[in-house]
C-alpha cells in the first residue's frame, strides 16, 4: 500500500529507446517538470514475457545474444539515469499489469510517456496499457479530478521518435502551406525505396536531436509515496540473467562472448555513443565506409551501429548530425553520406511498415502473391546449422548462431539462398534472424527479408554464392574462419570445395560429404521467381 503522496506524477515506460540523449519522452517529462505540470518522473523498463517466449517456428522470441545485449542497455540505463539523481525501475511483467500499480500514490492527472511503435505486438500492448490505465481507479486522483470536473485515470502518451525523418514531416502539409509530402498513414509512400529516398531528402529536414536531462531534471516519486513492491524495484541491483522471464523449463544458458566476433558489443547508450566517436574522429574509418561496407571479417568494415540504434541506445538523428559536424570540420565524401544513405534504408523500411502493417508478416507477404514452398525439414536444418556445401553460407550461419551478428552481404547472400534456390518459406528464416539478431529491430528484419523473397513489390536480387564469395572473400579468409574444415583448401577451390579432385581433397585434409557436406543440388529445389531479374 502507498502511503499518501501529493505529486502529479509522469511514468517513462522505455521500450525501443534505451537512451537519455534525443529522447522524446525524457524531454518531454523534463519539460513538464519545468512547467510545472508534473512533479515526479518514475523511468521504468519491464522485461515482458511474451518477448521471451518462444516463436511458431519453434525459436526463442529473443535469443540469449540479445538478450545478453539488453541486459546490458537497461544496466547502462539505470546507471546513467541515477548519474542524473534519477533511477530505473526494472520490472518482471507485461507492462498492462506493471504500469498502473506505479502510479499509485500519485494524485494528480497522472501520464505514462512510450516511444510511438508501428508493428501490431508492439500496438497491442499499447493498447493494452491505455485500457489497464483507464479501467484503474485511484481514489485520490478521482477527488482531484472530481473536484476540477475531470477524470483522474491516467493517460498513454506515445511520441515519434524511432526515425531519422519525423513522421510529421512527412505526412503533414509544410509549415508554409502546400501539399504534404505523403498522404496520412504513409499510404501512398512507393514500394521501391528510390523515390521514397528522392522525396525525403528533398523535402524533410533531420530535426536536430534533443540534448540529455541535466542533474536535477527528472525527480523522482518520494520512496514512501510509491508502493512497497516498487520501490523494492527502483532500489534494486541491476537484473541479472536468472531474472529474464524465459519459461522457467526452456531458458537458454548465458552466451559465452565468441573470439571470433567481428566486435565485443556492449549494450548500451555508453558504449553506442563510444562506437560513434570511434568511427568517426578516432579512426576516420566513415571517410572510407563506401569501399569496405561489403566486408566480412573484423569491426571496422561498418559502422556495427546496429544492435545500439535497434535498442535504442543511439539515435539516428544524432549519428546524422555527428556526420554533418565531422563532413564540416574534417572531410566529406561519398562514404560519409553512404552512412546517412543507409540510415534511409532504415527509416524506409520502418515507414513501409506503418504502410503494410501486418502484411510484412504474411505469407505472401505485401504483394500478395501466392507460393508454395519446400517443406523439406533437412534442407532447412542445413541451412540453420550451417551444412549446405556452400561455405558462404555456412560461414555466414555459424557466425550468426556464435555471436548475434552477421555482415549485411552475407544477409543478402543468406534469404537469398533460403527463399530463392532452396524455396523455403521466407518468414522461418525472418523468424530465425529476429531469435538470433542482436541488432533485430522488427520492421528492418522482416522488410528486408520480404523483399529478399521478392513479396514487396521492388526488384529481385537472386544471387549466385559461389561468386558472391569469390567476389567478396578472394582469399577466402572468411570463409575459412568460420568453416575450418577448409583451412588447407586452396583459393581456386575453396569457394567451390567440391571441385575439388580427390587428391586435391587428400591433400588439404577435407573430404567432400565427409569432413565438409556435399553441396545440395539447388536446381532440384529451386523456384527463382517468375520475374526474377536472374543472377546479380
Ligand atoms: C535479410 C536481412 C535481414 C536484416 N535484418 C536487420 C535487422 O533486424 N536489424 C537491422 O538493423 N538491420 C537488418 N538488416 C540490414 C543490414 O544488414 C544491417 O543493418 C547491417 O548489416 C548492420 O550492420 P552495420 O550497423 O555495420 O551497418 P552499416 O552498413 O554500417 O549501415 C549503417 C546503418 O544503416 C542501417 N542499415 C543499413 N542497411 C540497412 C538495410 N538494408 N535495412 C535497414 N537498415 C539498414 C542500419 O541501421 C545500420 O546500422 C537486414 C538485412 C537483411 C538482408
Known sequence: ??????????????????????????????????????????????????????????????????????????????????????????????????????????????????????????????????????????????????????????????????????????????????????????????DVFTPFREKVEKRCPVWKDLPPPQKGDLPLPPTEALPAAAAAALAAAPPTWEQLPYPPAARPPPPTKHPKAVLDFKGGETAALARLRYYLWDSDLIASYFDTRNGMLGGDYSTKFAPWLAAGCISPRKIYHEIRKYEAQRQSNKSTYWVIFELIWRDYFRFFALKHGNRIFFETGTSGLPLVWNPDADLWHRWRDGRTGLPLVDANMRELAATGFMSNRGRQNLASYLVLDLGIDWRRGADYFESQLLDYDVTSNWGNWVAAAGLAGGRINHFNIAKQSKDYDPQGDYVRTWCPELRHVPVGKVHEPWLMSKEEQEKAGCRIGVDYPNPIPVSRHGRPHASSGGYA
Request: proline share 6%; with cysteine.
Open 1 to 190: 500500500m502507498a502511503a499518501a503522496g501529493c505529486g502529479k506524477r509522469v511514468v517513462l515506460w522505455f521500450r525501443n529507446d534505451l537512451r537519455l540523449h534525443d529522447n522524446y519522452i525524457v524531454h518531454d517529462a523534463v519539460q513538464r517538470v519545468k512547467r510545472g505540470e508534473a512533479s515526479e518522473v518514475l523511468p521504468v523498463y519491464c522485461f515482458d514475457p511474451r518477448v521471451y517466449g518462444t516463436t511458431p517456428w519453434g525459436h526463442f522470441k529473443t535469443g540469449a545474444h540479445r538478450a545478453a545485449f539488453l541486459l546490458e542497455c537497461v544496466t547502462d540505463l539505470k546507471s546513467r539515469l541515477r548519474d542524473v539523481g534519477s533511477d530505473l525501475l526494472v520490472a518482471f511483467g507485461k507492462p498492462e499489469e506493471v504500469l498502473p500499480g506505479l502510479l499509485e500514490g500519485s494524485s494528480g492527472p497522472s501520464l505514462v510517456l512510450t516511444a510511438e511503435e508501428v508493428t501490431s505486438e508492439e500496438t497491442r500492448t499499447d493498447v493494452a496499457v491505455a485500457r489497464a490505465l483507464k479501467q484503474q481507479r485511484r481514489p485520490q486522483a478521482d477527488a482531484a479530478a472530481a473536484a476540477g470536473g475531470g477524470s483522474g485515470s491516467a493517460k498513454l502518451l506515445r511520441f515519434w521518435g524511432h526515425t531519422m525523418y519525423h513522421i510529421d514531416d512527412l505526412t503533414q502539409p509544410p509549415e508554409g502551406g502546400g501539399k504534404a509530402t505523403f498522404a496520412p498513414g504513409m499510404k501512398d509512400m512507393p
